[in-house]
């Protein structure tokens, strides 16, 4: 941009804005950079809820008693929810013995995630990045291929997912490719995805909520914008508190998901 001042010319470079990267969306590590064992800020929450978890539940198996105290009452109400409502639910109760305690690790472990996002300190959902979600996904896609097999042997497993029962033989040359990628593809991305594009739209909603707050509350000096302020920072704070809703909404959904999707894979009579 060029302007003219007295008889020259000043020119006035103009900064070029920056298009965001891929660096942007992944935080910097913090500790042992540089190492096969660096961690940056989502890798840390991690580690902190999984020390979290397992602290919890290892000091309440080892102080449980007959007559359950509130705190075990509670913990053991959690895991009976997900073992009657969700396992049982779906499976019955003599198929979903075995995957009571995969389900299990699923819920809590997709829950306590969640909740890092409205931790004081933390401020950020385990979950955030597409990594966390997908570790939860393949096990599923695993487990549900494995179950099938078992109960069903390879060949004929094979047979009902790629070739269904009473369809013309000329479909399964267009119905056959799409029932391999759902199964290998769409049912894992459903699971990755749900989970974590509604883990960091809520993040971002929060954050939005809370820089718009700062912003008009601080920096203008206006008593209108210090007003639209407050109300950012009402928003932000129902934002907060409608988080903790959809952390435990989504562990639930995908632990739902994953039980259904196991259970597919048995024969509709065993």
């Known amino acids: ?20 990267g891929i660096d942007d969306f992944m935080p910097p590590e913090i500790l042992f950079q540089g190492t096969p064992f660096a961690m940056n800020r989502i890798i840390f ?7 979290v978890i397992l602290l919890v539940l290892g000091i309440t198996a080892a102080r449980a ?28 109760e003599l198929r979903g013995r075995r995957y009571v305690p995969m389900i299990t690790t699923i819920f809590l472990t997709v829950m306590c995630f969640n909740l890092c996002g ?30 099938g097999v078992r109960s069903q042997g390879l060949g004929k497993y094979l047979k009902q997912e790629l070739f269904p029962a009473g ?7 267009l119905l056959t490719p799409i ?16 989970l974590f594009a509604n883990m960091i739209a809520g993040h971002l909603l929060v954050a939005i909520s809370l820089a718009f707050a700062q912003f008009y509350i601080i920096v203008a000096s206006n008593k209108l914008l210090v007003l639209a302020g407050a109300g950012w920072f009402a928003l932000g704070f129902a934002l907060t508190a409608f988080e903790i809703f ?20 048995y024969p509709e009579v065993d």
């Open 1 to 20: 941009m060029v302007e003219a001042v007295g008889s020259g010319p000043l020119i006035l470079a103009a900064s070029k804005p920056e298009l965001p």
């Open 45 to 51: 929450v991690r580690f902190i809820a999984m020390v």
């Open 65 to 92: 008693k007959l007559i359950p105290s509130r705190w075990q009452g509670a913990v053991e109400w959690l895991i009976e929810f997900v073992r009657d409502s969700i396992v049982y639910e779906v499976m019955g």
């Open 118 to 147: 409205i931790i004081p300190g933390l401020n950020i959902a385990a979950t955030a990045t597409i990594t966390m979600p997908l570790v939860f996904a393949v096990w599923t896609l695993i487990q549900y291929i494995v179950a």
């Open 167 to 173: 369809v013309p033989w000329p479909i399964y040359i």
């Open 179 to 194: 029932q391999l990628l759902e199964m290998l593809v769409i049912k894992p991305a459903s699971l990755t995805i749900r």
């Open 246 to 265: 959809v952390a435990a909404l989504q562990a639930y959904v995908f632990a739902i998901l994953s039980t259904v999707y196991i259970n597919q894979s």
